[in-house]
């Protein structure tokens, strides 16, 4: 059995980003397993600009940004191997692939998990009514668009305002559909702040919110989807349905990261972001699995994918160097009063740096409020914030000396206040 010392699962822009970092801390062993045809993940069919301004200082498509890192893996000699599905891994790292060879099973002492996610299907939806052709993920009417050559349709409703919805509203307007309407089901919009004013506002486009697919309409073809609002608890209010005559629905309503295999390896899952659960260095509770990039949790900007990602690579090289401190104890990191996760979610005072960065997304629309961090019952810190929304990650640091101070025992929680700087919402 062939073996390696790193293995990274994932050839978009976490797994790019992993491979690299970790061959500049020394790992030459190295290999990439991708399940498409070329490397660069989703970034391939993002045609748009927006990309690159963390990273490279500088505003580039998708595709762009994704070459430049296929660039660095190539230029750093990481092998790697496309059209190569992982249908199985072991607790003790054992990984079972199939490709055009046939089937292969390796050994590697180190794992990364970059396999990003999925979209959210039409059956987890419950919507009501027949199949009919012309319902689309917003992702494969992207591909289709923007890969293809192809325009699923002329009249369009989107259901769901994450940034692919979003985005393809004004792709679709640019190729000469109509979008009449793009519905969202909560009272606020999952999508960055941006992407609603570039793509809906500067194209007239409606955005209608506590609204949701109540009925569709055609057998064959899809002829018209019927909207409603809805109350604080998600039923239907009667009296506000509205039919749109339409050839195509898009559904942009949620990822989900592609976790199969890390369940297979035994590693625990957090229920709310559906990612692994990961400490300070991004390492899960499999001893030598690390975690980065959408599957550990769904980000807004790929440079944050690929910041995160170079973290799980160094942390990968550390563990396989023998450059890791020795293990003090875990401290316990949770999310209150509107904080829905923290990344990660314990931390070892001993082998963490002199800070760690830890993201986290709220559950609605808050305003002039501060985000305190307790440790053991003590303010460490606060900071204030005119708004924060679910679409758009936070962070908040954390200082070693912070919690030297403290005496690195307890528990430390991140809470959202009101602007005075105590009490709750």
Request: proline share 4%; aromatic share 6%.
């Given at each position: 059995?062939?073996?390696?010392?790193?293995?990274?699962?994932?050839?978009?822009?976490?797994?790019?980003?992993?491979?690299?970092?970790?061959?500049?801390?020394?790992?030459?062993?190295?290999?990439?397993?991708?399940?498409?045809?070329?490397?660069?993940?989703?970034?391939?069919?993002?045609?748009?600009?927006?990309?690159?301004?963390?990273?490279?200082?500088?505003?580039?498509?998708?595709?762009?940004?994704?070459?430049?890192?296929?660039?660095?893996?190539?230029?750093?000699?990481?092998?790697?191997?496309?059209?190569?599905?992982v249908l199985a891994v072991t607790p003790e790292k054992q990984i079972t692939?199939?490709?055009?060879?046939?089937?292969?099973?390796?050994?590697?002492?180190?794992?990364?998990?970059?396999?990003?996610?999925?979209?959210?299907?039409?059956?987890?939806?419950?919507?009501?009514?027949?199949?009919?052709?012309?319902?689309?993920?917003?992702?494969?009417?992207?591909?289709?668009?923007?890969?293809?050559?192809?325009?699923?349709?002329?009249?369009?409703?989107?259901?769901?305002?994450?940034?692919?919805?979003?985005?393809?509203?004004?792709?679709?307007?640019?190729?000469?559909?109509?979008?009449?309407?793009?519905?969202e089901l909560m009272p606020y919009s999952g999508g960055l702040k941006r992407?609603?004013?570039?793509?809906?506002?500067?194209?007239?486009?409606?955005?209608?919110?506590?609204?949701?697919?109540?009925?569709?309409?055609?057998?064959?073809?899809?002829?018209?989807?019927?909207?409603?609002?809805?109350?604080?608890?998600?039923?239907?209010?009667?009296?506000?349905?509205?039919?749109?005559?339409?050839?195509?629905?898009?559904?942009?309503?949620?990822?989900?990261?592609?976790?199969?295999?890390?369940?297979?390896?035994?590693?625990?899952?957090?229920?709310?972001?559906?990612?692994?659960?990961?400490?300070?260095?991004?390492?899960?509770?499999?001893e030598g699995v690390f975690a980065c990039g959408n599957v550990l949790h769904?980000?807004?900007?790929?440079?944050?994918?690929?910041?995160?990602?170079?973290?799980?690579?160094?942390?990968?090289?550390?563990?396989?160097?023998?450059?890791?401190?020795?293990?003090?104890?875990?401290?316990?990191?949770?999310?209150?009063?509107?904080?829905?996760?923290?990344?990660?979610?314990?931390?070892?005072?001993?082998?963490?740096?002199?800070?760690?960065?830890?993201?986290?997304?709220?559950?609605?629309?808050?305003?002039?409020?501060?985000?305190?961090?307790?440790?053991?019952?003590?303010?460490?810190?606060?900071?204030?914030?005119?708004?924060?929304?679910?679409?758009?990650?936070?962070?908040?640091?954390?200082?070693?000396?912070?919690?030297?101070?403290?005496?690195?025992?307890?528990?430390?929680?991140?809470?959202?206040?009101?602007?005075?700087?105590?009490?709750?919402?």
């Amino acid at each position: 059995m062939k073996q390696y010392d790193l293995v990274i699962i994932g050839g978009g822009p976490a797994g790019l980003a992993a491979a690299v970092a970790a061959r500049e801390k020394g790992i030459q062993d190295i290999l990439l397993l991708e399940r498409e045809e070329k490397l660069g993940g989703i970034l391939n069919q993002c045609i748009h600009n927006g990309f690159g301004l963390h990273t490279f200082q500088e505003e580039l498509t998708g595709p762009e940004y994704a070459h430049r890192f296929v660039q660095q893996l190539k230029e750093a000699k990481i092998p790697f191997l496309t059209e190569t599905m992982v249908l199985a891994v072991t607790p003790e790292k054992q990984i079972t692939f199939l490709n055009r060879q046939g089937i292969r099973t390796i050994q590697a002492r180190a794992v990364i998990l970059a396999m990003g996610c999925r979209e959210r299907p039409r059956g987890a939806l419950n919507i009501p009514g027949y199949r009919p052709q012309g319902i689309y993920s917003a992702g494969t009417a992207q591909k289709l668009v923007n890969i293809d050559g192809y325009l699923p349709g002329r009249e369009v409703v989107i259901l769901g305002s994450g940034d692919i919805g979003l985005i393809m509203a004004r792709r679709m307007t640019l190729e000469g559909a109509k979008v009449k309407v793009v519905a969202e089901l909560m009272p606020y919009s999952g999508g960055l702040k941006r992407n609603i004013v570039q793509c809906l506002d500067d194209f007239d486009i409606p955005l209608k919110l506590s609204h949701t697919v109540v009925n569709v309409k055609g057998k064959e073809r899809l002829e018209s989807v019927t909207i409603a609002q809805v109350d604080a608890e998600g039923t239907v209010i009667e009296g506000t349905q509205e039919e749109y005559a339409c050839d195509t629905l898009l559904l942009s309503c949620g990822l989900i990261p592609e976790n199969e295999l890390s369940l297979q390896m035994g590693v625990k899952i957090n229920p709310v972001t559906n990612g692994p659960v990961v400490d300070e260095s991004l390492e899960s509770n499999v001893e030598g699995v690390f975690a980065c990039g959408n599957v550990l949790h769904v980000h807004d900007l790929v440079d944050f994918v690929s910041e995160e990602a170079r973290q799980a690579g160094e942390s990968a090289a550390a563990y396989l160097l023998g450059n890791r401190a020795e293990e003090g104890g875990s401290i316990e990191i949770e999310g209150e009063n509107g904080v829905r996760y923290t990344v990660p979610s314990t931390l070892d005072p001993q082998r963490m740096g002199e800070r760690v960065k830890i993201r986290f997304r709220v559950d609605g629309v808050y305003r002039d409020c501060n985000i305190g961090i307790y440790f053991d019952g003590t303010c460490i810190s606060r900071r204030k914030k005119q708004i924060m929304t679910p679409g758009e990650m936070e962070e908040v640091q954390i200082g070693k000396k912070q919690l030297e101070e403290q005496g690195n025992v307890g528990k430390i929680r991140i809470t959202l206040e009101t602007a005075e700087g105590t009490g709750e919402f």
